[in-house]
């Protein structure tokens, strides 16, 4: 069983920046590949970016060259850093970790870009 919990999310205005956090309860090196979603409200929920444990990262074209995924083995820690947000950024961030054929998935973690 693979624990993950998210922090980070906050109120930010449009052209700030955010770190969001997502902290796993086993060695990242145990985990295939580790992943941000997001959902909006009324909105499915969407990839926005992943990394594989061999260092392959995938993004959505929304937020490609202003959002990194970055993982901290040492502290078994996830991270999102998103620049140049924008409205259209608001939404429910989670974080979901695939094992095998287990995916697991945090709480999610509100992230809204307003004036």
């Known amino acids: 069983q693979v624990q993950l919990v998210e922090s980070g999310g906050d109120l930010v205005q449009p052209g700030g920046s955010l770190r969001l956090s997502c902290a796993a309860s086993?060695?990242?090196?145990?985990?295939?590949?580790m992943g941000w979603y997001r959902q909006a409200p009324g909105k499915q929920r969407e990839l926005v970016a992943t990394?594989?444990?061999?260092?392959?990262?995938n993004y959505a074209d929304s937020v490609l060259g202003r959002f990194t995924i970055f993982i901290d083995n040492a502290k078994n820690t996830v991270y999102l850093h998103m620049n140049i947000l924008k409205p259209e950024d608001t939404a429910v961030y989670y974080c979901?970790?695939?094992?095998?054929?287990?995916?697991?998935w945090g709480q999610g973690t509100q992230v809204t870009v307003s004036s």
């Open positions: 086993v060695s990242i090196f145990s985990i295939d590949a």
């Open positions: 979901k970790g695939t094992r095998g054929s287990s995916s697991y």
């Open positions: 990394r594989t444990n061999t260092g392959g990262t």
